[in-house]
């Protein structure tokens, strides 16, 4: 039996993640703002905003009381976000910063302590292809994600003396409901997000399966899709196809834009 935390677990692939761990045996609790619609048998609620050391302190004090251990902590809550560099603010930057960079350090800060105790334990972190892949008009969730990238690399190396994992999921576009999180100025931006979340031939169950084959092959770094894969592959072996891909994106959207 395993014991997971998944945050941003009311909703989308934090959702998918409970429902696949429960399917196989876990125990799960789902930390969120607010509870799901769809309340999942065998997953217990918590409310934590990702953003408040004292919801992460009420979180660990939770897990300690239930289980006295942690196997799993997935730190997937995030929101959408991003804007070309002279259209969106910095107040947007600071957002999604606050929630999707130091969501997942403070996740981590929080029950690595319990783990290294332990001396086991997997931290998953929730990144994104946009972590790996740059596309123009998302500087501050490319920026945010890469960071995430970077993170849970560096707390891999880190913690692996303590028997402790870490892990980082970089899909594609899939459906979900994060749309309902999308904020910012650039209009344009979110009208070719939307069309691409939506136009996904990929669910978050399907998602969530590939995340936790992932796990059990012991992947650092999880590229759960299709399309995930194929564009870090062009990237990697052809950047000046890459690079063109790229910019003719990101000419696009300016064309949007004007």
């Not at 876990?26 to 953003?51: F, M, Q, T």
């Not at 070719?192 to 770094?221: C, F, M, N």
């Amino acid at each position: 039996m395993t014991r997971a935390l998944v945050t941003g677990g009311s909703s989308g692939l934090g959702a998918a993640l409970c429902r696949a761990l429960v399917a196989r045996g876990d125990e799960v609790v789902s930390a969120d703002l607010k509870p799901p619609a769809d309340p999942i048998e065998g997953v217990e609620h918590l409310d934590l905003d990702v953003r408040s050391d004292a919801d992460w302190a009420a979180a660990h004090d939770r897990v300690l009381q239930k289980w006295g251990e942690l196997d799993l902590l997935f730190n997937n809550a995030g929101v959408a976000g991003g804007g070309r560099v002279d259209v969106a603010g910095m107040d947007e930057w600071q957002w999604i910063t606050e929630i999707n960079l130091f969501g997942v350090v403070r996740g981590t800060r929080t029950f690595v302590p319990m783990m290294k105790a332990q001396r086991s334990g997997t931290i998953v972190n929730t990144a994104s292809l946009a972590g790996l892949v740059h596309p123009g008009g998302m500087g501050s969730y490319n920026a945010v994600k890469a960071a995430v990238v970077a993170f849970t690399e560096t707390i891999g190396h880190e913690l692996a003396e303590y028997g402790i994992r870490a892990a980082v999921v970089c899909p594609s576009f899939f459906r979900t409901s994060l749309m309902e999180s999308m904020q910012g100025k650039d209009a344009a931006l979110g009208q070719v997000v939307a069309e691409l979340v939506a136009g996904s031939s990929i669910g978050a169950d399907e998602i969530a399966a590939e995340v936790l084959a992932g796990l059990d092959r012991g992947d650092e770094v999880i590229l759960p899709d299709d399309a995930a894969r194929a564009a870090y592959g062009l990237k990697v072996g052809d950047r000046a196809a890459y690079d063109q891909v790229m910019r003719k994106q990101a000419a696009r959207l300016n064309a949007m834009g004007e």
